[in-house]
């Protein structure tokens, strides 16, 4: 089951702050977050493999929700190179990853 | 992390025929992956390839259609048969980063195939 994510599509202005969410029906083992540009290949930003575990990366941070499934990704004071397509891959057993809905983000100047 | 030579980067083949998809990566890896991502979709996993054993396909995927091949620690290949329109997508492949958890997966840089 593919994991859905929320929202769709997000347009900011540089120095604003956004959040996309990430929900699986299934038990999870990891959490993975990608960004991926237009014409390139996906990019891996973090994983987050524990329930509650937080992880952040400069002004990017994500979150792992292990009983409700859910993992949520921070963008904080965003900048023009945030912009792409953003995706959580799940693992519900090691080694299968599947990619979620994902999100497209803008930012303008 | 591993890095991954895919080929072709691109192609435009007649509906009916193949086309056979590379994957070289620097370093031996247990398993790789080959994905799809169909025009502003997301990536969809075909197969799991392990060395010295057949490829384990995800619902919707079969081995007619998709045939993989995995001869060593390092290469791998994914075919296409008999293309129709709706094949038209990028193919990716994949490998776990190496240095063990906390490094996600490495991608190559995809075959854009159109069948016309």
């Known amino acids: 089951q593919q994991p859905v994510q929320s929202p769709q599509a997000v347009i900011l202005r540089e120095g604003e702050d956004a959040v996309i969410n990430c929900s699986s029906s299934?038990?999870?083992?990891?959490v993975h977050w990608y960004r991926q540009k237009h014409g390139e290949a996906p990019v891996f930003l973090m994983i987050?493999?524990?329930?509650?575990e937080q992880k952040g990366h400069e002004k990017i941070s994500a979150s792992f929700n292990e009983k409700k499934q859910q993992s949520s990704l921070y963008l904080t004071a965003s900048q023009l190179s945030y912009s792409g397509t953003y995706f959580c891959?799940?693992?519900?057993?090691?080694?299968?990853?599947?990619f979620g809905t994902g999100t497209r983000l803008q930012v303008f100047p | 992390s591993a890095v991954i030579s895919q080929k072709p980067s691109r192609d435009i083949c007649q509906r009916g025929t193949s086309l056979t998809i590379q994957c070289q990566v620097d370093?031996?890896?247990?398993?790789m992956f080959w994905y799809r991502q169909q025009p502003g979709q997301s990536l969809t996993l075909i197969a799991t390839?392990?060395?010295?054993?057949?490829?384990?396909?995800e619902s919707g995927f079969v081995i007619d259609k998709f045939p993989i091949s995995r001869p060593n620690l390092t290469f791998s290949t994914l075919t296409v048969s008999n293309m129709s329109p709706e094949d038209s997508s990028i193919y990716l492949c994949?490998?776990?980063?190496?240095?063990?958890?906390?490094?996600?997966?490495?991608f190559g840089s995809g075959t854009r195939l159109t069948v016309v």
């Open positions: 370093s031996q890896v247990t398993m």
């Open positions: 891959g799940t693992e519900g057993s090691p080694d299968k990853l599947i």
């Open positions: 390839a392990n060395q010295g054993s057949e490829a384990t396909y």
């Open positions: 994949s490998v776990e980063a190496l240095g063990g958890l906390g490094y996600g997966y490495t």
């Open positions: 987050l493999l524990k329930g509650g």
């Open positions: 299934k038990a999870l083992y990891s």
